[in-house]
């Protein structure tokens, strides 16, 4: 199929058109060597089969929409490219994309190969360089600072959108500004398939930073670790005490706190992006994820920080073991009478909400889990009341609360940690 605008195919062909007496300026040169090189730059970026538009094409290789179509123009008059049309709907107008004509492939596919030097085994990340820094420094230093180190550590990152604030409003830097859904948390450019074995790739990463805005946000990514992200607005600190109280203690040698909770780093490989079903507040972020990483700004305004640094260590066995048996789920009622429901979290957050609805539910659990622990009806009442004021919305009226805790003084025995055995 012909180039679709018209106007752009006729620039291009004038541009690389002689003059009759065989003369070119100096200025048509360099035109002619600009659109060549982005042409190149081009082809070498898109996949085979290409649905990307021409803006997000225009911001991956940080230049003009222009200028990308006229390097699609030039890459049509060479056949190395076919732009196909699709029906995009109910609208007038049709969605393009592009494929790669064969023979152009089969061409740079093998020169890629004569080009190919022989490289030494992908280095693993140096997770010691942490032991020779502590929390409180890294987080005073600057970005470009920041990345200095995990570039020697072998770390990758990649540029995130940032939020941006204006008026009691805050917007994503991206295109879709206050209806983003993840404002200051996506990839700024496509990262699937950069190789970060070369150091090429970090000099190419880091031009974002350097020249086109050095507000982005920094993601780590996580193909060669995982990071159980805890989310305080959904309860995530009830449920990592949970986890805790059934598999044991998990890392705390390298943690980042973040805008609703912290991050936990642990060199334990784990399927990408798995939530937690009956924890909730709880995700997995591994192979093939990124997380954002301290010094990045949150849209609340807040900043991600790092906790604790040192070499990460590996999550407990057994709840390994049972993430792998049920990669989307870990079932709470595995061992119902070692693990009962009154085994709650160990803190309380002011930042989780308890709704209608679950109010009388979870009040009861949280008072048995400390009846189990030896206390009497009053320090009981005090530690519901607190909860209900604080995390319940819309609070329960005092005579409720009063008989909850009644109820569960008087139906278990405390000091029952196993299990609550009722009274006779």
């Known amino acids: 199929m012909e180039f679709l605008n018209k ?12 003059n009759a007496n065989g003369k070119v300026s100096r200025a048509k040169l360099e035109k002619q060597k600009n659109i060549e090189d982005l042409s190149n730059r081009l082809f070498d970026f898109i996949p085979s089969v290409c649905w990307m538009s021409e803006s997000s094409l225009a911001r991956a290789l940080d230049v003009s929409e222009r200028q990308i179509k006229y390097a699609k123009a030039y890459l049509c008059m060479n056949d190395r490219i076919t732009i196909n049309l699709e029906p995009n709907g109910n609208r007038a107008n049709f969605k393009h994309y592009i494929i790669k004509n064969r023979a152009a492939q089969e061409v740079q596919e093998s020169t890629a190969q004569e080009n190919v030097i022989p490289s030494e085994p992908k280095p693993g990340i140096r997770w010691e360089i942490f032991n020779e820094l502590s929390a409180k420094d890294l987080n005073r230093m600057s970005i470009e600072q920041q990345l200095d180190i995990y570039q020697e550590m072998n770390l990758p990152f ?7 604030f204006k008026k009691g409003l805050v917007y994503c830097s991206c295109r879709w500004g206050r209806n983003c859904a993840a404002i200051g948390k996506h990839p700024a450019i496509p990262f699937k398939d950069l190789d970060f074995s070369k150091k090429s790739t970090y000099k190419k990463i880091r031009y974002h930073w350097a020249e086109r805005d050095n507000r982005f946000n920094i993601g780590l990514l996580t193909n060669d670790f995982a990071v159980i992200d805890v989310d305080f607005r959904h309860g995530g600190q009830y449920s990592l005490g ?6 044991g203690e998990f890392p705390k040698s390298l ?3 973040t805008g609703n909770g912290f991050h936990i780093y642990t060199t334990s490989l784990m399927a990408s992006h798995i ?8 995700d997995v972020r591994s192979k093939g994820g990124y997380v954002v990483a301290p010094v990045s700004q949150h849209h609340s305004g807040r900043y991600y920080e790092w906790q604790s640094l040192s070499v990460p260590e590996p ?7 049972d993430v792998q048996k049920k990669p989307a789920k870990v079932s709470v009622k595995a061992n ?12 309380f957050g002011s930042d989780y909400i308890i709704p209608d609805g679950e109010r009388n539910a979870t009040l009861f659990r949280i008072a048995s889990r400390e009846r189990g622990r030896g206390k009497e009806h009053d320090e009981i009442l005090n530690i519901i009341k ?15 609360v009063f008989h909850i805790a009644k109820n569960v003084s008087s139906r278990y025995v405390p000091n029952a940690m196993n299990g609550l055995p009722m009274k006779p």
């Open 275 to 282: 939530k937690l079903l009956d924890y909730s507040g709880i």
């Open 386 to 400: 607190m909860i209900n004021a604080v995390n319940c919305q819309p609070p329960l009226s005092n005579d409720e």
């Open 336 to 347: 119902k009478n070692k693990e009962a429901d009154h085994k709650l979290l160990n803190a």
């Open 242 to 247: 949970f986890l805790e109280e059934i598999y």
């Open 255 to 257: 943690r980042g706190k």
């Open 315 to 321: 999550l407990p066995d057994a709840f390994l073991n």
């Open 158 to 164: 990649i540029p995130l959108c940032f939020p941006k």
């Open 7 to 18: 106007n752009i195919e006729k620039t291009v062909k004038n541009t690389f058109e002689n």
